[in-house]
């Protein structure tokens, strides 16, 4: 369908809304509080434009002031889920936990065609269901039938086993997250075997691909992009990567000898991409986790693979930024996918 237009809450960098526009979508705005990652939105995203503030603090007339009076058939966004992760305390009271209002009182004040929003997976029992029903409720009195389902990216062609809530409101209709197009598998391998090792050196920015694209996703990736960007290895000391070394391919800390397996002391530890699967969740840092093949921890550029983004997509700031950057952001294939999708409705 042409003509969507959309606008991102809680934008970071642009997964989402780099895939909704590569479905066909004209993204118009994003929001978000890091400047950087805004940077990066609008240097990648085709003539859109960017609020940078606290969003509860930002409504439709400061949306008008940037986009005119412009449509906006979608909202699309993924509130901040630190408060509501598993891997931090879980507080009702927490404030990043009321984010989420902001995203409803937004779609209230603009009245979208539809809304897309996307969460932690473990969004869906926390506090006993009690934020789920809340999204389902409130969304629900504005009018909307809001379905939701867990999501694995890897089932849609990105080459990491992640797992996402994903809720779709629309006016008239109930989305069916069955007709979504699901994909083959793409490894690790598959998905970072064409870029440049990094075994004698560090790297540089920008860099040459070395080797031709072997296989379709690799081919996808590289489209329209002509060098390396964001591909610099991390400068571990000799011990650290005797000891990655020591880690065979999909293994972890279990596999080390005794004197070295107490010395990070959690499930994660050490833990080297399998080659022939794709890789876990990829997060904001990704200190942990370890090339299939090669001893030292991802790239920006190879965990920018591993979430989907094309190499063209050009990640900015320190190196820190750049990883939460690509942490934080929805994988593009998959949303895509969900676009896709979600424009059938809207025909």
Excluded at 72 to 94: A, N, T
């Amino acid at each position: 369908m042409n003509n969507i237009n959309a606008i991102d809450l809680f934008c970071g960098c642009g997964g989402l809304s780099y895939g909704f526009e590569k479905a066909g979508a004209k993204i118009l705005l994003g929001i978000d509080n890091d400047a950087m990652a805004l940077n990066v939105f609008e240097h990648n995203h085709k003539d859109t434009t960017s609020i940078c503030g606290d969003i509860t603090k930002i409504g439709y007339k400061d949306i008008q002031n940037k986009i005119g009076n412009k449509t906006i058939d979608i909202v699309i966004g993924g509130p901040p889920c630190q408060g509501m992760s598993l891997s931090g305390p879980r507080k009702f009271d927490d404030p990043r936990n009321k984010l989420y209002l902001s995203y409803i009182r937004i779609v209230k004040e603009i009245k979208p065609k539809a809304f897309v929003i996307e969460n932690v997976p473990g969004l869906i029992s926390l506090f006993k269901g009690q934020i789920k029903d809340s999204i389902i409720n409130e969304f629900t009195k504005l009018g909307y039938n809001v379905s939701y389902r867990v999501l694995c990216a890897s089932d849609y062609g990105v080459p990491q086993n992640r797992k996402r809530v994903i809720f779709v409101g629309l006016k008239d209709r109930i989305f069916d997250f069955d007709k979504i197009k699901k994909e083959d598998i793409v490894t690790c391998e598959m998905a970072l075997a064409d870029l440049p090792p990094l075994i004698n050196d560090l790297g540089t920015d920008p860099a040459k691909y070395e080797v031709s694209p072997m296989n379709e996703y690799q081919r996808r990736m590289r489209i329209n992009s002509h060098c390396v960007r964001n591909h610099i290895a991390a400068a571990h000391s000799d011990k650290v990567k005797e000891i990655i070394s020591l880690v065979p391919d999909g293994g972890n800390y279990k596999d080390l000898p005794p004197e070295y397996q107490g010395t990070r002391n959690f499930h994660v530890a050490w833990t080297r991409f399998r080659s022939d699967k794709p890789a876990p969740t990829i997060d904001t840092g990704h200190r942990h986790h370890f090339h299939y093949k090669y001893n030292r921890v991802p790239t920006v550029r190879e965990c920018a693979r591993l979430q989907s983004f094309p190499d063209d997509f050009i990640f900015e700031g320190n190196k820190t930024q750049q990883f939460r950057q690509v942490g934080n952001a929805v994988p593009p294939i998959m949303a895509q996918a969900i676009a896709e999708t979600l424009f059938e409705y809207l025909e």
